[in-house]
C-alpha cells in the first residue's frame, strides 16, 4: 500500500462540497468558461485558473511596476508583485477562516493587478486622459486574460478581477470576490505605510491616533486586527464585511495616507515626470502604431486600444527606456 493518498480533481471537488460554507463557490457549481475545456484530472476549475495566472507573462512583469515609490533605491521597498503576494496571503487567511473557496480566493488576488499601468495610479490617471469614462486597470486586467494573453479563465475569476476596486460600483457576484476587495486594501495600507516609514517620509507615531488605538502598531498589527474585523463581522452579518467602527478607521487611514504619502508634495516633480513618459508614448504611439511589436497588438482593436494595450503594459523601467530612446537624441 502507497504511502500517498492520491488526492484527484473528483476527490478535491468532493472535499470542497463537504468542507465549505453553504454560501462558498463551489469549484463544481462554476459558470464555466468561454471555451469549453476537459476537466484537469488533478485540479480544479479555479486550482487551474490559479495556476495559468501565476505562470503567465502578464504577472511576472508586476515585479519591475510601481507600488507607489517610483524607482525607490533599496530592495525592501514594496512593487506591484509583492503588492500581489501580500494581498493573496489576506485574502486567503479570510477565505480559510470563513471557509469559503481558497483556490477561487487566490486566482482572483494573483490576477487582480496585472493590468496596472507603470508608475501605479499615476500612470492609471494619465491613461484615464485618451480614454472616454475613464481607464480602469481591473477592467485592463480581464482584457489581458481574454484577449492579450488569452488563458480562457473561469467566469467567477474574471469576475472578481474586474470588480476588485472600490471605485467599482457592481460588486462581484461570489463572496470570495468580495474578500478581494477587503485584502487588497488591507494589504496596501499596511504595507505602504512600512515603506513610508522605511523612506522617512513618516514616524511611526504620525498616524492618527484613532488608528493607532484601533489597529495598533503598523505592519503586522494593523493586518491581524483588520482581518480579524472582516472574519468576525462576516460570521455574524452572513455576508463579508468589516465591523462600522474599524472601516471608518480603515478609510481615516486611507485619507491620511493619500495627503502624507501618496499625493504629498514633494513627490509631485515624480508624478509630473511619470505623466510626462506615459503621455508622451501614447502620443507617439498613436502617431506611430505600426511600430507596436506583433505580441502587443491585437489586430481586431482601433489604434488607440492597441496604444494603450501597449503602454498599459510596460514595466516602469521599459517606459523609462523607450521614453529615452524616442525622446532624448544620442550624444553620440
Known amino acids: 500500500m502507497s504511502a500517498f493518498v492520491l488526492r484527484t480533481r473528483e476527490v478535491a471537488e468532493e472535499r470542497e462540497r463537504e468542507d465549505l460554507s453553504p454560501v462558498a463557490t463551489l469549484s463544481i457549481n462554476s459558470a464555466g468558461r468561454v471555451v469549453p475545456e476537459d476537466p484537469d484530472p488533478w485540479r480544479t476549475a479555479f486550482e487551474r485558473d490559479r495556476d495559468r495566472i501565476l505562470h503567465s507573462k502578464a504577472f511576472r512583469r508586476l515585479k519591475h511596476k510601481t507600488q507607489v515609490f517610483m524607482n525607490p533605491e533599496g530592495d525592501h521597498y514594496v512593487t506591484r508583485l509583492t503588492h500581489t503576494l501580500q494581498v493573496t496571503q489576506v485574502g486567503g487567511a479570510i477565505a480559510r477562516a470563513l471557509s469559503l473557496n481558497g483556490a477561487l480566493t487566490e486566482a482572483i488576488c494573483l490576477g487582480h493587478d496585472v493590468g496596472h ?42 469576475d472578481g478581477i474586474m470588480a476588485h476596486p472600490w471605485k467599482v460600483e457592481t460588486p462581484a457576484q461570489t463572496p470570495e470576490g468580495a474578500i478581494v476587495r477587503f485584502a487588497d486594501r488591507i494589504a496596501y495600507l499596511a504595507h505602504d505605510a512600512l515603506d513610508a516609514i522605511r523612506a522617512g517620509v513618516l514616524r511611526p507615531g504620525d498616524f492618527p491616533g484613532s488608528v493607532l488605538d484601533t489597529l495598533g502598531e503598523p505592519g503586522r498589527e494593523w493586518i491581524d486586527t483588520m ?106
Open 117 to 158: 499601468s507603470p508608475f501605479g495610479h499615476t500612470g492609471e490617471d494619465t491613461l484615464s486622459e485618451f480614454v472616454d469614462g475613464g481607464w480602469r486597470h481591473s477592467a485592463q486586467s480581464v482584457r489581458i486574460f481574454e484577449v492579450l494573453e488569452p488563458l480562457n479563465l473561469t467566469f467567477e475569476v474574471l
Open 227 to 332: 482581518i480579524t474585523s472582516v472574519i468576525e463581522t462576516s460570521i455574524e452579518s452572513d455576508e463579508v464585511a468589516m465591523d462600522d467602527h474599524t472601516l471608518d478607521v480603515m478609510l481615516e487611514l486611507r485619507g491620511f495616507m493619500f495627503e502624507q504619502v501618496y499625493l504629498r508634495a514633494d513627490v509631485e516633480p515624480q508624478r509630473i515626470r511619470a505623466r510626462e513618459i506615459v503621455r508622451n508614448l501614447v502620443e507617439y504611439y498613436l502617431s506611430h502604431a505600426s511600430e507596436i511589436p506583433d505580441t502587443y497588438r491585437h489586430d481586431d482593436a482601433d489604434t488607440l486600444t492597441q496604444v494603450i494595450d501597449f503602454v498599459a503594459g510596460m514595466t516602469d523601467r521599459y517606459a523609462i527606456s523607450r521614453h529615452d530612446d524616442l525622446f532624448r537624441p544620442a550624444l553620440f
